[in-house]
């Protein structure tokens, strides 16, 4: 197998394109942050959400993705705000929450998207690269949920949360680090969906299965052959799939969820095999071993 990165990504032009199951309008005059904007699900979460009528705000770290980003959805016709900032730091992210309530008066949903991992054994991971995971996609979309969650209160606004998770149900071994951050981000929103319910605030999680992005790219080939064997319908996703339950769960056809989790997944917690980095020797099927316990 080649060791060339392959073509995983949408180009802008097919993003436009894409059909959609939801009614033109339906975000107008709705405000929807998405953290990690520039590229991948973030990016055709705001393409759908910017089709549909939404004002966006898009942040991320990298400045240039997000100018990028912009530029096709004013394209689109949708008004849109950018942040480069890091999720990690709380003060980022309350410089964010200003600015946007400033500028545009309100927020009506918040989807948290950021995040990332690298594929490695667990044994092997160092505490730089442990505390990096774990300072982005749990303390970084904590600090985004309780700064909205906090104006929303006090500005007495209903709001709404969606958190892009991973599906954790089975264990993801190779990246055990965002596997423990997901876990705790979706027992984090089950338990604030509860605490929030009184200020309107909704909650919710969508777990995403192996979705085709250019991020396939970041990890060796066994591992991206893999994503596509790693569900009953044997094959990857795309970002539509995703920025559609998204875009469900934040609409009114979700006025009646909260605290859930949304797997988008083709089975993958039923049965499947995501090997990041490839599948271990060990782990091999061992199509003799039948054989042998008779002998």
């Not at 008004?79 to 946007?100: G, K």
């Not at 490695?120 to 309780?146: E, R, S």
């Not at 055990?176 to 338990?191: D, E, P």
């Not at 591992?223 to 339950?245: L, T």
Request: glycine share 10%; net charge neutral.
């Amino acid at each position: 197998m080649s060791d060339a990165a392959q073509d995983f990504d949408i180009s802008d032009q097919e993003l436009a394109r894409l059909p959609t199951v939801f009614r033109d309008g339906l975000f107008k005059d709705k405000v929807v942050l998405i953290s990690g904007a520039g590229t991948g699900i973030g990016k055709a979460t705001a393409s759908l959400m910017g089709r549909l009528g939404a004002t966006l705000v898009l942040c991320g770290r990298d400045r240039e993705r997000l100018d990028a980003a912009a530029r096709y959805l004013n394209g689109l016709g949708a008004r849109t705000l950018v942040q480069a900032m890091t999720i990690r730091d709380p003060e980022q992210v309350s410089a964010l929450m200003d600015r946007v309530w400033s500028e545009c008066g309100r927020l009506d949903v918040l989807v948290n998207n950021a995040g990332g991992q690298f594929a490695q054994a667990a044994i092997d991971i160092k505490p730089k690269g442990w505390n990096a995971v774990i300072d982005t996609n749990l303390n970084g979309t904590f600090y985004m949920m309780q700064q909205a969650a906090q104006r929303w209160r006090d500005r007495s606004q209903e709001g709404n949360i969606v958190n892009v998770v991973v599906v954790v149900w089975r264990g993801l071994p190779q990246v055990a680090h965002t596997c423990a951050a997901r876990a705790g981000v979706i027992y984090l929103s089950k338990t604030v969906a509860v605490e929030w319910a009184p200020y309107r605030i909704r909650v919710n999680c969508v777990a995403p299965g192996t979705i085709a992005t250019e991020a396939f790219n970041y990890y060796p080939p066994p591992g991206r052959a893999s994503f596509f064997q790693a569900n009953p319908m044997k094959h990857a996703g795309d970002v539509q799939d995703i920025a559609e339950a998204i875009c469900y769960l934040a609409a009114p056809s979700g006025k009646y969820i909260t605290g859930e989790v949304l797997n988008v997944d083709g089975g993958q917690q039923c049965w499947g095999d995501p090997w990041f980095a490839g599948r271990p020797p060990y782990f091999e099927l061992d199509y003799d071993a039948a054989s042998r316990m008779k002998s």
